[in-house]
């Protein structure tokens, strides 16, 4: 249960402060939703802005300044400091990613910032900015009401307090009387509709750790102010914030949406899930979702018993058809050939065995020798030498014989050069191949691979 460090807002204008009150302000400006008030320098804010999208209210952009970085979301693009980026995106300690029902914002400071693209922020604060926050989620103090409103209920005015001042929008601040037709004495009658729906036996889960009398106060004020014109905005989105709010105290919501009621769409054969794991197994990570330490969120998850297939973008599939990725996507039973080994695809994952790396030894500079094996050490001689030799000792039958000539070539002593390098096949004195110094110069280095 991280209920108490939750803030968030949906759909007629609704907002929970970190301290768990529920109120209502119709704002069409941008706001400051939290930042962090108590430090001259400062770690963060999130903004918002409303706009109104078909008569209902909804979000068309979140800001998020992470101390010198600047993150805007809107609906199809993002950009941090103004550079347009692609997700999953990760620098300076923030991460951006997007699945099919969230885009989300994570700073490693202690700030995540989940946003439905449409109507529903939801931001979490590490404890370490308990109060020290201000906005419209309000102090984070643990106290509800405390500081909160300027006078008892008094929600415009401090909402009208919280609006982020942009010099090129223009927008008028709401009047009391902009929520006076949705108060609930006035939206009684709708209280019961939504009492039912919210405390049925399926939802006993959400209601033994979360009060839905908050949401069932607010799931009235939708119902009574869209009227005669009710749909999907006005009689889910109160119900899919009491979901996501009861995964956060601890719950477990009920798959509450029908075909035929607050329907949600997924990609490819994935099936909406009001309560999963955001960490989604794929073929590329098969076991995210078993070290994942994330709670539970509500969006487009894989059916059980499959795995997104993220290289060649299928949907779901079962893991045994996953391919491997190597520059390009291979089947199962399909080879890849690498430098010093080779691998097989087995069901999406790499089996490798290290291929027979050729040897090496080296004479360098006359004196520098390098065997096989990688030892190193130095000797000066004035003879030939058996460098390398693959057979018998007593020379019968061996395959190849490699001699060098080393001999003084300096003004000390020690100074030697290679001279002559010698090869004999099959111990054929027949079949022998000489390479020699030209005419005053040293051979000093001859490398051998086989």
């Known amino acids: 249960n991280h209920i108490n460090s939750i803030c968030s807002t949906w759909g007629k204008d609704h907002f929970k402060t970190f301290d768990g009150d529920v109120y209502q302000y119709p704002g069409l400006c941008e706001y400051n939703l939290a930042s962090d008030c108590h430090e001259s320098f400062l770690e963060f804010s999130v903004h918002m802005k409303k706009a109104l999208v078909d008569g209902h209210p909804s979000i068309s952009r979140v800001v998020v300044t992470i ?28 991460l951006l990613e997007r699945n099919p029902t969230y885009t989300k914002v994570t700073a490693k400071l202690g700030l995540s910032v989940l946003w439905n693209g449409e109507d529903a922020v939801t931001l979490e604060l590490s404890s370490k900015y308990a109060n020290r926050t201000c906005g419209l989620c309000g102090d984070f ?62 939802w006993s889960s959400c209601t033994r750790v979360l009060s839905p009398e908050p949401y069932i106060q607010a799931c009235a004020q939708d119902l009574c102010s869209c009227g005669d014109t009710l749909d999907d905005f006005c009689l889910c989105s109160t119900l899919a914030e009491y979901s996501r709010q009861c995964s956060h105290a601890g719950g477990t919501p009920p798959n509450w949406r029908t075909p035929d009621f607050c329907v949600k769409k997924c990609p490819y054969n994935m099936v909406y ?12 990570n098969t076991d995210t979702k078993s070290l994942c330490d994330e709670h539970s969120v509500d969006g487009c998850f894989c059916p059980e018993g499959t795995v997104l297939d993220d290289i060649s973008d299928r949907g779901c599939i079962p893991q045994d058809q996953c391919q491997c990725f190597h520059q390009r996507s291979y089947e199962t039973g399909e080879t890849l050939l690498l430098e010093h080994e080779e691998c097989t695809c087995n069901q999406g994952m790499w089996s490798c065995k290290k291929l027979q790396r050729a040897g090496e030894c080296a004479v360098e500079e006359g004196s520098h020798i390098t065997t096989y094996d990688g030892r190193t050490f130095t000797f000066h001689g004035d003879c030939y030498y058996v460098l390398s030799r693959v057979g018998l000792w007593d020379c019968e039958g061996s395959k190849f014989t490699v001699l060098g000539q080393l001999v003084p070539c300096g003004i000390q002593e020690s100074d030697t050069c290679l001279k002559t390098v010698v090869l004999i096949l099959n111990n054929d004195k027949s079949n022998v191949s000489v390479i020699q110094a030209r005419a005053q110069q040293c051979v000093n280095a001859v490398s051998l691979i086989w």
């Open 67 to 94: 101390k010198d970085l600047v993150i805007i979301l809107s609906k199809n693009l993002a950009t941090v400091n103004g550079e347009k980026v692609v997700m999953p995106y990760y620098g300076s300690g923030v």
């Open 141 to 202: 103090n643990g106290i509800p009401l405390y500081n909160e409103f300027l006078l008892e209920g008094d929600t415009i005015e401090f909402g009208n307090l919280q609006k982020v001042h942009i010099p090129t929008e223009d927008c008028e601040d709401p009047l009391e009387e902009d929520i006076e037709d949705t108060a609930v004495n006035t939206c009684s009658g709708f209280l019961a509709r939504c009492a039912q729906m919210l405390q049925a036996d399926s």
């Open 273 to 284: 899930l009001e309560s999963g794991s955001p960490c989604l197994n794929t073929c590329t």
